[in-house]
């Protein structure tokens, strides 16, 4: 399993960033993603960096969010100016996700 952190309580408009550390090479040799879950709704592939660099957003989080890799094992994602639409649990995992690597998630909570 992948674990991912850096989550938290915000409000509006302030910022976190998130960590998903692996002690494989999952994500230099895959693409990969952070996928986001929100109560009620199905979750949602929300950005992805491919084994070349290129990254992928969203419509809702373009602009906001940045997908990034670091020490060839870990994933991060910056999300800036959040809305509390972005309320969810993140998950990291390569894309196309695999069964075995989703993890517990951490939990993105903004408050407007």
């Known amino acids: 399993q992948l674990q991912a952190s850096g989550g938290g309580l915000v409000q509006a408009g302030e910022s976190l960033r998130l960590s998903c550390a692996t002690s494989g090479n999952i994500f230099s040799v895959n693409a990969a993603g952070w996928y986001r879950q929100a109560p009620g709704k199905q979750r949602e592939l929300v950005a992805v960096i491919t084994t070349s660099g290129t990254t992928n957003y969203a419509d809702s989080v373009k602009g906001r969010f940045t997908i990034s890799r670091a020490n060839g094992n870990t994933l991060l994602l910056q999300m800036n100016s959040l809305k509390s639409e972005d309320t969810a649990i993140y998950y990291c995992?390569?894309?196309?996700?695999?069964?075995?690597?989703w993890g517990q998630g951490t939990q993105v909570t903004v408050s407007s």
């Open positions: 995992n390569k894309k196309p996700p695999g069964s075995a690597y």
